[in-house]
Nanobody, 126 residues
Framework: QVQLVESGGGLVQPGGSLRLSCTAS????????ITWFRQAPGKEREGVSC????????YVADSVQGRFTISRDNSKNTVYLQMNSLKPEDTAVYYC???????????????????WGQGTQVTVSS
């Protein structure tokens, strides 16, 4: 059974940092693409960053380019999202999602991903 568990969210001041973790169980990351999505109140779910394990290719949305970095630790079957220089507009529930062999791009959509975590709240506020 595929399961994803996110952790690492919380309250942080503007300019601060957080690292989110997405730990997979029931499968290994080797052939899966993991994408971090976020959803703010009243807004659609948007893809933030993506890592395709097959070839190591990544994608980072323009809105977080230069501030967010995605990485993985195969030994822990975990994908991370390092978030630096956080802004109030980064406030959202962050989800990780997995899909077999999916190509990362600016056109990825939440509906293309079959497996989801429960989400972790990130609040950026002074």
């Amino acid at each position: 059974q595929v399961q994803l568990v996110e952790s690492g969210g919380g309250l942080v001041q503007p300019g601060g940092s957080l690292r989110l973790s997405c730990t997979a169980s029931g499968f290994t990351l080797d052939s899966y693409t993991i994408t971090w999505f976020r959803q703010a109140p009243g807004k659609e779910r948007e893809g933030v960053s993506c890592l395709r394990s097959n070839d190591g290719s990544t994608y980072v949305a323009d809105s977080v380019q230069g501030r967010f970095t995605i990485s993985r630790d195969n030994s822990k079957n975990t994908v991370y999202l390092q978030m630096n220089s956080l802004k109030p507009e980064d406030t959202a529930v962050y989800y990780c999602a997995a899909q077999w062999h999916y190509y990362c791009s600016a056109y990825m959509m939440a509906g293309h991903f079959a497996s989801w975590g429960q989400g972790t709240q990130v609040t950026v506020s002074s």
